[in-house]
């Protein structure tokens, strides 16, 4: 059964950093595009920042200069570090992995910002 496995949210201060890793299992072809979204509350589900399998990036406009996306092909692991967080960033974060065929969310992780 295939899913994405999210860990790493947590609480943290404004100015501080969190790192937040989601693996792919259970798929029997690489994640062309692996990604993260947010939903905040009374919001919409956005999108934070994606990765291609060559290594192509796309950034939010809000996130840019501050959240880096990596990834690991040969494990299909999506990475988000982020830093100088801001309160605004507080919220549920989703993984998203694509590939031929198929794709998957994951299930959130709540990454809250305290000021």
């Known amino acids: 059964q295939a899913q994405l496995v999210e860990s790493g949210g947590g609480l943290v201060q404004a100015g501080g950093s969190l790192r937040l890793s989601c693996a792919a299992s259970?798929?029997?072809?690489?994640?062309?595009?692996m990604g993260w979204y947010r939903q905040a509350p009374g919001k919409e589900r956005e999108l934070v920042a994606t990765?291609?399998?060559?290594?192509?990036?796309n950034y939010a406009e809000s996130v840019k200069g501050r959240f880096t996306i990596s990834r690991e092909n040969a494990r299909n692991t999506v990475y988000l570090q982020m830093n100088s967080l801001k309160t605004e960033d507080s919220a549920v974060y989703y993984c998203r992995a694509t590939g031929y065929g198929w794709g998957y969310w994951g299930r959130g992780t709540l990454d809250t910002v305290a000021s």
């Open positions: 259970g798929v029997t072809s690489s994640a062309n595009v």
């Open positions: 990765i291609t399998w060559g290594g192509n990036v």
